[in-house]
């Protein structure tokens, strides 16, 4: 289900980040042309870290050690020149959050993230790196008292939380990022990779929930006070869906989906109602609840023909999309098509088989991203020369190319260096794709030519035979 093609955009993505701010952790920066809202949502951002600065002196086990205060993500925010300078301003004025100081602290101490990472705290679990994000979304941002000291700030607003919302996520992924070990970056590929498998099945229950939702509708209108004809016998077409039945008692999605606890609803019952409404309008929809007759080919037709001209191009769902995870929506047009190849699965499927895709064609393709991303960062100095000693200087300057055409680059020589078995027009032509979708548009003629010329001198070194 995840094939190379994707693996090697998380990979190159990824790898954008890892070179880009090695060993630099930022906080986020002034939003530029401020309105109110912006305003409100960037002072609000502050205030949360330095709330978790607090929380972390505030939290002392025997001895005094505060074990969250020897945190990485502590150390570095408190390293970042405009957290200190507010530090400092807080000395002599009141700290807006310091009323949900105290409190917090108390619920922190008592949660099962600081237990877990008190637990494993003297081992290789990363537990150090993850636990402010937990408690940050876990216990933080769930709190009471703190919602309603944030709810009386001036120029208030739930968009405007929402904007925190996203500058703190980006600031742990920059921390991520920012990390000196490798195997934390890893994890990150593999968290990636495991939320394009999570939207494979999201994809998968769609149709089982937009079923429920509009079975539920039809159940209320039978119950209206004075009830038409046609809510006391309506088509009952769309909700007896033949493939939908199938996905709703597939083992593999149910498994998934307990062991994940994944579902549409209630959180984007909005954006399924609107979903819905949007089917319903369509003439695929008129269509199929009006033919004459239907079978199990017609009811998948009728899904494949919904996600590919209504759910796929939905502004609504891929927004939801965009807020639900940061990798979905450069995920959605590979995962998207092994969700209608999976429908198809489903309408040619015999008992014996299972329509649901593994995770990974085989192992091979499992440890792929893993190892390329670790084969660049070891040997990213070495290929940064090949790069540089075979920019054309009429038409190029090294010093000034685009730092994602570097990062592509450096990943294809890498794949073409460790991975004799790929064939190299196969490696040349997917970063020639990848160049042109996620650089500028002089970068797919840029790359091509660098790595013609490359392979041709590693061919002469004897370090590549095909």
């Known amino acids: 289900m995840i094939n190379r093609v994707l693996i090697r955009i998380k990979v190159v993505q990824l790898l954008y980040s890892y070179l880009l701010i090695e060993n630099h952790f930022m906080l986020e920066s002034q939003p530029s042309a401020p309105t109110k809202e912006k305003r409100f949502a960037y ?16 939290i002392e086990k025997r001895g005094g050690y505060r074990p969250l205060e020897d945190t990485r993500f502590i150390k570095k925010i408190l390293a970042d020149e405009k957290l200190k ?45 993850q636990v402010w994000e937990r408690l940050f979304k876990l216990v933080i941002m769930v709190s009471p008292l703190l919602n309603n000291i944030i709810s009386r700030r001036e120029n208030y607003t739930i968009r405007g939380v929402d904007r925190m919302k996203d ?3 980006e600031t742990f992924r920059n921390f991520y990022a920012s990390r000196d070990n490798i195997d934390d970056a890893l994890k990150t590929l593999a968290k990636s990779m495991d939320k394009a498998r999570e939207l494979y099945f999201r994809l ?99 899904w494949r023909n919904v996600f590919k ?40 499927a015999d008992p014996d088989t299972h329509p649901v895709l593994a995770m990974y064609k085989d192992d091979e393709d499992a440890s792929f991203g893993r190892q390329l991303f670790t084969e660049v960062v070891r040997n990213k100095d070495v290929y940064r020369r090949y790069i540089d000693d ?23 020589l890498a794949e073409i260096v460790n991975f004799p078995k790929i064939p190299l027009a196969v490696s040349i032509n997917e970063y020639i794709e990848i160049a042109k979708s996620y650089s500028t548009s002089k970068s797919g003629a840029f790359l091509n030519g660098i790595l013609y010329s490359i392979t041709n001198r590693l061919r002469e070194e004897g370090k590549i035979n095909k």
């Open 309 to 348: 001209h209504i759910i796929f191009h939905s502004e609504d769902f891929l927004e939801t999309l965009e807020t639900q995870s940061v990798f979905w929506n450069d995920d959605l047009e590979i995962i998207g098509t092994f969700f209608l190849k999976t429908l198809k699965r489903f309408e040619d």
């Open 85 to 129: 300078s507010l530090l400092n301003k807080y000395r002599y004025e009141q700290f807006p959050l310091e009323g949900a100081v105290r409190d917090l602290a108390e619920q922190v101490k008592e949660s099962g993230v600081y237990k877990n990472y008190i637990k494993n705290m003297d081992t290789d679990k990363g537990e150090d790196d």
């Open 167 to 169: 500058m703190m996520e």
């Open 204 to 302: 998968l229950i769609l149709p089982v929930e937009l079923t429920n939702l509009r079975e539920s509708q039809l159940e209320d209108n039978r119950t209206k006070y004075v009830p038409t004809d046609e809510d006391l016998n309506p088509n009952m077409r769309f909700v007896e869906n033949g493939l939908v039945e199938a996905l709703r008692n597939d083992p593999d999605i149910n498994d998934y989906v307990e062991r994940n606890k994944i579902s549409w609803m209630p959180e984007e019952r909005v954006m399924l109602e609107s979903l819905l409404k949007e089917i319903m309008a369509s003439e695929i929809y008129d269509d199929y609840m009006n033919f004459p007759t239907t079978d199990f080919h017609t009811d998948c037709e009728f």
């Open 43 to 58: 002072s609000l951002y502050l205030d949360m870290l330095v709330l978790m600065v607090r929380i972390a002196e505030d």
């Open 390 to 412: 075979s920019i054309k200087t009429d038409r190029w300057d090294s010093d000034r190319l685009a730092f994602m055409d570097v990062v592509i680059a450096m990943t294809a």
